[in-house]
């Protein structure tokens, strides 16, 4: 069985977390995109819009961000409702493609309009054979098993105030925070962790992604990756009946990791970059 | 030695720490100043308004919330500039007082005004024959050794990015910063204990105040206290030449502490609230 997994996570592609506003001037360095590109080695991508309630000018600003960049196409995906979600010409767009980048928005909308549909069946299929899928702001968040879908950010973390919803499962035991120091998300995000310590935290900065391959990822962009693991908290007081109180958790261990950082998923372990 | 400093900390009075906008409402709970004039046990407070460039209604507006809590007298202490802080009838202010309050404005004030002058030496015998040091925003800042004074919130932390001075050493061995969730100033506090994980980071949201006797503090208040622990921090680039880099630090321990939760400072531990 542990065999049988190992397999089944070889055989798997790249997924790109991506904390919201990734550099996209045509003439910038485009970090980010430039290492989705690479990864596409020449082939198709497609732009999944579908977080966005109004996606008008996402193919755009991304075409043009792309355009130099050696993709073998950019085409987006868009899902008005969630009956369009099984289309046949919807559901083809991705059978050819070498990766999947999802645009931001609302998590919720991706979950709600592709969950259990063909297109989800699709993404997880191009995932298995070995594709990148990645994802920014909303399309990060939406990545993991469960995922943060709201809570406030910059102030006092309370213990009711934090919705999680079922996300795509591409990444397991993990739970993402996206525009993490430009919104002050580290309360929230140990709250979500305090839920339930399996279950590790990555807040991601802007301009900044963790780049997963197997049980490693290593970080790349502008910004940071802060890493919360609960695994060793001696309290914490989420379980109490009492939405108002203030989060109270104690011995969390955290890690900020900047780009060429790297970080293994299963022994829960950073290694600092080379450089 | 160990004895007489411990000694000598016994004989040590109060420290109020509050992370800044303490809720003052003369109609209101007013939690901290409840706590802060319950230890003055009917004594007389001086509001020390220096940390302002303009401290006009500061007096007026801390007299209204401290009026029905059995303060035997408020009174101010401004110092316009450095020559005034030797001013007799200044530091008589500070000889019957049972306890002074630090508002709030530029931590700089604070320590370029009255460091090494009569004041400064007045506040250290004041804290020595056990009365209450209280501050708020600025006023929390000036207390440690090393201060934080600058450093940029709400963004990915860059290791140059942070600027520290001496500040009053009322508490060794801590670094405090204040309106910590709400201005998303958690990186830049593990940045400051990157620089010397010898030193404690305090992280006190608005509202919420360390209360520090001898080695422990307990949190009182509306918001959470964050510690970050370095002491088993396994890597760090803060010494590296580069100002722009992310700041890259792994293996840092963190407690979030709401009301009624205890700190050893000494030990490094935290005691649950006990409701």
Redesign the interface.
Known sequence: MAEEREQGGRRQGTLVIIGGHEERDPKGPRKILREVARRIHGGKLVLATVASHKPEGYYDDYDKAFADLELGGLVELYVEDRAEAGDREKLEVIDDAAGIFFSGGDQLRITSQIGDTGIEAKVRALYERGGVIAGTSAGASAMSDTMLVRGT?????RIGDLHMAPGLGLIRDVIIDQHF???????RL?GAVAHNPRVLGLGI??D?AAVVEGDEFTVIG???V?VVDGEHCS?S?VAEAQPE???????????????G?RFDLAKRE?T??KR
Chains 1, 2 share one sequence.
């Open positions: 950010s910059s102030e006092t973390h120091a430009e919104r002050g998300r580290f309360g140990l900065d802007e900044t502008s910004g940071a802060y309290h007081n109180r203030v989060l109270s958790m104690h011995d969390v261990r955290v890690h900020v990791l900047a780009a950082d950073p600092p970059s």
